[in-house]
């Protein structure tokens, strides 16, 4: 089976602090996906990254970076000097292999979701 | 154009109204998904198209009735819905959901916010 944990609910942090939201994710899958994505009030989910189990390279992207660890399953986000515009439910998902799921084809499997709040 | 459109963005429908959702892409994506999302909550796969033909239905009731015209239309037919259907549905589209590896990831739409009364 696969599962995606959120374990933080909610996190507040004041402007210019960085901000760690923790993903682990469950599966059996050799070849697997590992995605985050922002959903700001607006409702739009945006793409953030996607990250191929076969590549444990960590990521930076401006303030944006992820740790991606196999060996503890996870797949953490950070925002580094976190601006009020970070404010949003940020979602970690993960996606099979089609091979391995024949007719599933790989379905995202989303967390529960972390809502961060960014305060000025 | 990586913009995945959806129209309307609100909509108030009785239980006995028939009404229905638009999505278009235009980025050349041969799959396309339809979500359903109820506050505070995960999107949850409803339909999914490859190649225009619906390729997974998620044991959705059928008052929910999906079609994709072509590889950059889709639509979401709704017929005699219930108030715990109010949501936020969402659209998103990927390259292809048969590929395993580059550019697997789905984009989404802004979403429509239904409510039914």
């Known amino acids: 089976a696969q599962k995606v944990t959120q374990a933080q609910t909610e996190i507040s942090v004041v402007e210019k602090e960085d901000v760690t939201l923790d993903c682990v994710y469950e599966?059996?899958?050799?070849?697997?996906?590992l995605f985050w994505y922002k959903q700001p009030p607006s409702g739009e989910l945006v793409f953030l990254i996607r990250r191929n189990s076969f590549d444990e390279q960590n990521e930076i992207s401006g303030r944006y970076s992820w740790n991606f660890q196999k060996s503890t399953s996870s797949f953490n986000f950070t925002i580094t000097a976190s601006q009020v515009v970070d404010s949003a439910v940020y979602f970690c998902a993960l996606k099979g292999a089609v091979a391995n799921y024949g007719g599933s084809q790989g379905n995202l499997i989303f967390g529960k979701g972390t809502k961060l709040s960014v305060k000025p | 154009d990586t913009e995945v459109t959806q129209t309307p963005k609100h909509l108030v429908m009785g239980m006995t109204n028939k009404k229905s959702l638009k999505c278009e892409q235009h980025?050349?994506?041969?799959?396309m998904y339809w979500y359903k999302q109820k506050a505070k909550k995960p999107p949850e796969l409803m339909f999914v198209?490859?190649?225009?033909?619906?390729?997974i239905n998620e044991s959705v009731p059928s008052r929910f009735s999906p079609e994709c015209p072509n590889s950059s239309l889709l639509n979401l037919h709704l017929h005699a819905l219930q108030p715990e259907d109010s949501a936020l549905y969402l659209c998103?589209?990927?390259?292809?959901?048969?590929?395993?590896?580059?550019?697997?990831?789905?984009?989404f739409g802004p979403g429509t916010r239904l409510t039914v009364l």
């Open positions: 599966t059996r899958d050799t070849t697997y996906y």
């Open positions: 980025m050349g994506h041969r799959a």
């Open positions: 998103a589209s990927s390259q292809d959901p048969g590929t395993s590896g580059v550019d697997n990831e789905q984009f």
């Open positions: 198209y490859s190649y225009e033909k619906l390729s």
